[in-house]
């Protein structure tokens, strides 16, 4: 089974810089779309940044311009860089691996894998 384990998370102050990092573990094989989500209480699980073999990249409005998103095919991890953090950017971070497409749903298909969350707090 594959598992995905993030690490990385924190509380930072505005403007300030954190590395998200997710260890797939096994190679992906056939399937190849990751992304990360975030979670706040209460509310639904919203995509973040999504990456495929191409690999081709997709963000959501929110973050464009100030996370960018990567996979290391070495390392089986895919990465979240995200600057200039905002408090609104406050949440707990999802990576999946699933079967779709970075632009549909971020990757989501309903049958793919994920990681257990890291907490980012963003304070102003």
């Known amino acids: 089974e594959v598992q995905l384990v993030e690490s990385g998370g924190g509380s930072v102050q505005a403007g300030g810089s954190l590395r998200l990092s997710c260890t797939i573990s096994?190679?992906?094989?056939?399937?190849?779309?990751m992304a990360w989500f975030r979670q706040v209480p209460g509310k639904e699980r919203e995509g973040v940044a999504g990456?495929?073999?191409?690999?081709?990249?997709h963000y959501a409005d929110s973050v464009k311009g100030r996370f960018t998103i990567s996979y290391d095919r070495a390392k089986n991890t895919v990465y979240l860089d995200m600057n200039n953090l905002k408090p609104e950017d406050t949440a707990m971070y999802y990576c999946?691996?699933?079967?779709?497409?970075?632009?549909?749903?971020?990757?989501?298909?309903?049958?793919?894998?994920w990681g257990q969350g890291t907490q980012v707090t963003v304070s102003s």
């Open positions: 096994e190679a992906i094989g056939g399937y190849y779309c």
């Open positions: 999946t691996a699933d079967w779709g497409s970075p632009t549909v749903d971020f990757c989501r298909t309903g049958t793919g894998y």
């Open positions: 990456i495929d073999r191409d690999p081709y990249i």
